[in-house]
């Protein structure tokens, strides 16, 4: 059983496109977020949703938008695709607070997106 | 905010030696959580160790093990008996009561048959 599950997994898409990557998590975890890891490997979180509610929102475009209709999921739609939108972004969940239930925040296999 | 600094981009080691990656950071909290991510060439997120900054008692996990100094906000991973199998990207991270985990820049290692 995949414990957090992203498709797809490689996305290529031309310029102006929307598209959308989705995300669910079967390890009865409250928290989910987004990272994008950049072409020099850095990872940088995006966003995270707490119980479907946003609690994390850093400076990101408009252009994208999550969507978490469930604890269990978390999507992110992007609009109008940029050639600087190319990157990979990795789905994760945790518990909210670390603890009994665990720390450690779990991943995804990553989405290679590539603006063309 | 907390900020985590890994200082060498890459590393290699021999086959079977062992090899130490550093990492530090720079938190005002006291209680929080440390760990090593490994990122292989098949892009996959792995955890490898993790530290409760409350517990003295450094991490071990096989062949992974961590150095732990919560005062100098310092916490190096050392791994034994290097195998090709490790060849990956390591990432140390941080974490604090209900935040986000704050990653390091990575730290490219490459075993050498």
């Known amino acids: 059983d995949t414990a957090v599950s992203q498709t797809p997994k490689y996305l290529v898409t031309q310029m102006g496109n929307d598209k959308s990557i989705k995300c669910e998590q079967n390890?009865?975890?409250?928290?989910m977020y987004w990272y994008k890891q950049d072409s020099k490997k850095f990872l940088k979180i995006m966003f995270s949703?707490?119980?479907?509610?946003?609690?994390i929102n850093e400076t990101v475009p408009n252009r994208f938008s999550p969507k978490s209709p469930d604890k269990a999921h978390l999507n992110l739609h992007i609009n109008s695709l940029e050639l600087g939108d190319s990157a990979v972004y990795f789905c994760a969940s945790s518990h909210f607070l670390p603890g009994a239930g665990g720390t450690e925040a779990f991943f995804g296999q990553g989405t290679r997106l590539t603006v063309v | 905010a907390q900020t985590v600094t890994q200082s060498q981009p890459e590393m290699s080691v021999q086959e079977a030696e062992t090899v130490t990656l550093s990492c530090t950071y720079d938190t005002s909290e006291n209680n929080y959580y440390l760990f090593w991510y490994k990122q292989p060439p098949s892009r996959q997120m792995i955890l490898v160790i993790r530290q409760e900054a409350y517990k003295q008692q450094n991490a071990t996990e096989n062949r992974f093990s961590v150095n732990f100094q919560k005062a100098a906000k310092s916490f190096s991973l050392k791994i034994s008996d290097s195998q090709l199998g490790d060849t990956a990207m390591y990432f140390c991270?941080?974490?604090?009561?209900?935040?986000?985990?704050?990653f390091g820049e990575g730290t490219q290692l490459t075993v050498n048959p």
């Open positions: 991270a941080f974490r604090s009561g209900g935040s986000r985990l704050t």
């Open positions: 949703y707490n119980n479907k509610e946003l609690i």
């Open positions: 390890l009865g975890h409250d928290t």
